[in-house]
């Protein structure tokens, strides 16, 4: 079974996308093993401490280089991404010629208390993750406008239309992953 780490974008314990997370590894039945990754603990970026490269920054480009693919489950901050996943992001990127995103199977994700749903952090998003070599799902675009009674704390999805869709998201994302990911 393919194994993907999935990214929140969002620190906050009650985080709205966490659960949107929990909503599409539900939805994806079990046919996908999903674990997450810490992002909270990484400092902020800065080149002088590749001298002696943290522990969580090991951690972490070792979790993102063991997985098959990633989802990327994200906020909108301000018309953009939230800066500690782009920080995040950052640290796969270097050193020079350890980029761990290179060849990965990516999807995106994200919900916003908006109507659209995190849909320009999510292009932001998408167009930094290109720009890094991943490969990057197109479609479905999964642009959720949160409502309270959406997700519940387990992960269950209420609406029977929501929870078809994010259904039919992680079965793309499955056969995006055998079909451009490395074996
Ligand atoms: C600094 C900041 C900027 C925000 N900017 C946007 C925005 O541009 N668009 C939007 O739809 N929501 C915006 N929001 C509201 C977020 O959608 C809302 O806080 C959401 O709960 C964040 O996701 P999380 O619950 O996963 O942390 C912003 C929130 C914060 C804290």
Redesign the pocket.
């Given at each position: 079974m393919k194994n993907v780490t999935v990214l929140?974008g969002?620190l906050?314990r009650?985080?709205?996308?966490?659960k949107l997370a929990r909503a599409i590894i539900g939805a994806a039945g079990g046919k996908l093993a999903f674990s997450f990754a810490e992002i909270g603990d990484l400092p902020l970026y800065n080149d002088d401490l590749w001298a002696s490269p943290p522990a969580a920054v090991t951690r972490f480009k070792s979790e993102i280089a063991a997985a098959d693919a990633i989802l990327l489950v994200t906020?909108?901050?301000?018309?953009s991404l939230p800066a500690v996943l782009k920080n995040a992001v950052d640290w796969g990127s270097k050193p020079k010629g350890e980029n761990v995103w290179a060849g990965k199977p990516v999807a995106i994700a994200g919900?916003?208390?908006?109507a659209?749903g995190?849909a320009?952090?999510q292009a932001h998003l998408r167009s930094v993750m290109i720009v890094l070599d991943a490969v990057v799902m197109g479609q479905p675009e999964v642009q959720i406008a949160?409502r309270p009674d959406l997700v519940s704390a387990d992960g269950a999805v209420a609406d029977p239309a929501v929870a078809g869709f994010l259904g039919g998201f992680a079965d793309r994302f499955g056969q995006w992953i055998d079909r451009v990911g490395n074996g």
């Amino acid at each position: 079974m393919k194994n993907v780490t999935v990214l929140v974008g969002s620190l906050r314990r009650e985080s709205i996308n966490r659960k949107l997370a929990r909503a599409i590894i539900g939805a994806a039945g079990g046919k996908l093993a999903f674990s997450f990754a810490e992002i909270g603990d990484l400092p902020l970026y800065n080149d002088d401490l590749w001298a002696s490269p943290p522990a969580a920054v090991t951690r972490f480009k070792s979790e993102i280089a063991a997985a098959d693919a990633i989802l990327l489950v994200t906020p909108e901050y301000n018309r953009s991404l939230p800066a500690v996943l782009k920080n995040a992001v950052d640290w796969g990127s270097k050193p020079k010629g350890e980029n761990v995103w290179a060849g990965k199977p990516v999807a995106i994700a994200g919900t916003s208390v908006g109507a659209i749903g995190a849909a320009v952090a999510q292009a932001h998003l998408r167009s930094v993750m290109i720009v890094l070599d991943a490969v990057v799902m197109g479609q479905p675009e999964v642009q959720i406008a949160w409502r309270p009674d959406l997700v519940s704390a387990d992960g269950a999805v209420a609406d029977p239309a929501v929870a078809g869709f994010l259904g039919g998201f992680a079965d793309r994302f499955g056969q995006w992953i055998d079909r451009v990911g490395n074996g």
